[in-house]
Each structure stands twice: as structure tokens, then as C-alpha cells.
């Protein structure tokens, strides 16, 4: 198993910080190939947090070489300010730390016009963005008129810059917002460069020779399928492929090289920013998974919208993914709830199915058809075993699997790395 891929299965914020971190103990390589800094990774190390929102979590591993990827969407100060963080807090960031020059940069006048953007649609339509100016990054580069890493090292940059500052500065007065200043961002970013500038590399020898020495990579999936661009809820969405494809288009590593996928499933669902949620919950059951599950954004602080767990929506990420297993998180935290609902098909306008809609009015209109379990109130922290839960707690990960034909390999009971179960190749 030398190449992995790891992916949120649900909204994003499944805990996937803690796994990546679990499975960081065998891989050589730790890949992001997706999203930017809207991403937040939230480990816990001895008695230390750290939230990672661009540097692979790979970094708090002495001897690991982390790489960000052509797919990613990296904002440069932003991406200093970070490194200068765990680098204060005695990670070596530098030393382990590769960045592809084809990764594109996201720069203020993104975050501006990504604030824009969201101001201006119509009420109800809103995204919910982190306002991390990913959508108009990705945006200028598919419309090619983005600036890569490889730019900012090439000495034509400041006439670059000055060009598409131009052109974001009409569209920022158009819109009459403020403008931005041309040098100012130069400043700016030929500072970060400073730092940034000797990390910058052609990833794809790199990775190429680190797959062909049989080397263990794990690429760090950020974000969920739900907020995939393409499988996710449209417009809903982040601008990325969160789906196991984007590992592959992100990092320049061929599918034909990939050899497993784990998908991070939390015990329940939760999503931030707007959209539609068939198992949310608007009661004091949401609101008791919310205290209980310390569901707010660690990118943003926003509370999380919570619900019971959906298996319509888990089999979406098997069938886009090809998940292998599930590293299954935040088992605990359903610890005292009395009933568990389990939702196992939508009824869509009086018919039941069983697929999760493109169309999200549809998908709106969904009435989850639930199931219900007795809860198993009593604490599952510190079990070692599988065999150790409660009976209900085991009977309850037995469906999930059950409803989603994909075995639980990995269990999180608690944030810490002590507080997980494994089984099966990891055990
Ligand atoms: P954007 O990625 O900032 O454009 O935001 C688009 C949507 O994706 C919004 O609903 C965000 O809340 C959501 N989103 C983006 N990144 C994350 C993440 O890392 N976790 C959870 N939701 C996210």
C-alpha cells in the first residue's frame, strides 16, 4: 500500500486532520492537491493544537517531506505567516516543505472580489464562502489569465502583476468596491518570495521518483465530496475536485499509481456555509451534536449545521471516490444521545430514492427516510478494541458499513492519536 488517498466523505470538517495525521506515521510523503487555505486541519500533538490550513500536516513528523501541489490555490503571505507559525513552534517547516511552480496564486484582489461576489448575489444564494478568495483564483485559471509560483520566480513578474491588476481593478470599480494597489502587492508577495522562492520546485520528478522507489505518499484530501465541483451540492460547492480524482490532477501522480483510498466519514454530518442538508437538524438535538461535537469552523469560527449521519450521501462517495475504507470519526460524541437516526433513502415529491440528486431544489425538497437505533450511553473513550463498545455503538458502525459496503478500518474516538482503533492493514 504505498500510495494513499485520503478524502473528506461528507461537507468537509470530518476530522480528516487527526487521520491524516494517523496514517503520517508510515508515509514518506504527505501531498496536498487541492483547495487553499479555506482548508483547516485541525491535530493535536502530546498536549499541543495545531490548525494547518496549507501546509500538509506531514510537517509536525520529523523526517516526512510534505508537498504542496499544482492543484492547489496558495496564497503567499498567508502561506509565511503560517510557516513562521510552526516554525516558532519548533517544526522545521523549510527543510521538509516542496511547492510546485504550477501551483497558482491567489492574491488580494481574489480575496476582494471573492467578498464581492458574495455581496452581490441574491438573497438565498449565497455560498457561504470563507471569503479566502479561492473561487476567483480558481476562476482565473481556468480562464488562463492566473499567475503560477513558476511566475513570481520569472522576472517578468511586476509587468505580469501590473497587467492583471489592471484588469481586477476595473472590475473591482465597476463593482465600486476599493481597488488595489500594484506595488503594494508586489511588496508584498517579492517578501514572501524570499521565503517561499527556495521551496519552489518542478513536483512531478520529484513524486515520479519517490512512487518509482515504492515510497509510502499519502495525499491529503482537503475539503469533501459534498463540496466537490463537479459531484458536490452545485453552486454549493468549494471550486476544487475534493473527489479522489483531484489527488491525481492535483499532484501530476497518475491514477495507474494510486493504490488505495480512505474515505473520513464523521458519525454524524455537519456542514458550514449555506446549501442543502437533508438530515439537519433545526432542534435541540442539532444543537446538543453542535456543544457535544465543538462543531465550529476552524478555518472561519462559524458554528456548524448539524444532523444525523446519511448514508444516501456516503454512497455518493463511494461511487465517486472509490473509498476502499472508512476511517470513521467522532464516534464519542454520540456517547449520550438515548436514539440515533440513520438516514438510509430521500423521498423526493411522494417517491423514494436512493441516489443523491444533481439538482439541488431537488435535492432540498429530500425527506430523509430514517432509521432508528438505540443509542448506547455510556463513554467509548479509551476502548482499544473494536470488541471493547458497547454492544449499540458496535451494532451502529455494523450498518453504517452495512448501508455503505465499505468496512470501518480506522476509529476515532477522541482527538488525540491514542484515541483511535485500527483494524484491518492498519492494525
Ligand atoms: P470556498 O471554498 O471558500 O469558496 O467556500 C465554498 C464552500 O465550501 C462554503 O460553503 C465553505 O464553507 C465550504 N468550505 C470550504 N472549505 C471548507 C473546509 O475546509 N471545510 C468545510 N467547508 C469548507
Redesign the pocket.
Known sequence: MATTILIGAQ???EGKGKIIDVLTERATWVVRAQ?GN???HTVEVGDEKFVLHLVPSGVLHAGKRCVIGNGVVLDPVSLVEEIDGLTARGFPVAERLHISDRAHVVFPYHRML?AQGEARRAKGEQ??????G??PAYGDKAARFGLRMADLLDPEFPTLLTSRVAEKNRALAALGAPTVDAAEILAATQKAMKTLGPLVCDTVPLLYDAVARGEEMLFEG???IL?DIDFGTYP????SNAASGGACTGSGVPPNRMDRVVGVLKAYVT?????PFPTELHDATGEELRRVGNEF?A??G?PRRCGWFDAVAARHAVMTCGVDEWALTKLDVLDGFATLNICTAYELDGRRIAHFPANVRELARCKPVYEEHPGWQASTRGAKRLEDLPPAAQTYIARLEELTGVPVGILSLGPRRADTILRGVHA
Open positions: 461537507w468537509g470538517d483547495g479555506n482548508a483547516g471573492d455560498i457561504g464562502t470563507t471569503q479566502r479561492i473561487g482537503a475539503q469533501g463540496l454549493y460547492v468549494t471550486s456542514r458550514v456555509g449555506e446549501g469552523g478555518t472561519t462559524r
